[in-house]
């Protein structure tokens, strides 16, 4: 199968960058069959595959919410904005069961509150 859309238009799969495929899997809605052709061959690289998609709709609503806020924080340049930031990392990551445990700390004091 060709890659169908993007910078990489065109090429064959398997000749995609790793990196891009990654992002794609991770970050951007696609089509089912594109999905299951890159989560192949991320699998046949021994690469670690991200989590299966989410419905479309709802992750670019969650991608967009998260660059919008960090967005915000980028701007305002107030003290802590670093630390904000990777909070909203980790919470997206959690939302989306991306977590690889490293952040459970920061993970749990986002989503947790007294």
Do not use: N
């Not at 859309?5 to 089509?31: A, C, E, K, T």
């Not at 107030?78 to 990392?89: Q, V």
């Amino acid at each position: 199968m060709r890659m169908p859309f993007g910078h990489y238009r065109g090429w064959d799969l398997d000749q995609l960058p790793d990196s891009y495929v990654l992002w794609l899997l991770r970050d951007r809605p696609i089509m089912q069959q594109l999905w299951k052709e890159l989560d192949e061959i991320v699998k046949t690289k021994g690469l670690t595959s991200p989590t299966p998609p989410v419905d479309p709709a709802l992750h670019r609503v969650l991608i967009a919410g998260r660059d919008a806020l960090i967005e915000r924080l980028r701007r305002g340049r107030r003290k802590g904005a670093g630390a904000e930031i990777k909070k909203i990392e980790a919470s997206y990551r959690c939302l989306l069961g991306e977590s690889d445990g490293q952040d459970a700390e920061v993970e749990h004091s986002t989503l947790v509150r007294h």
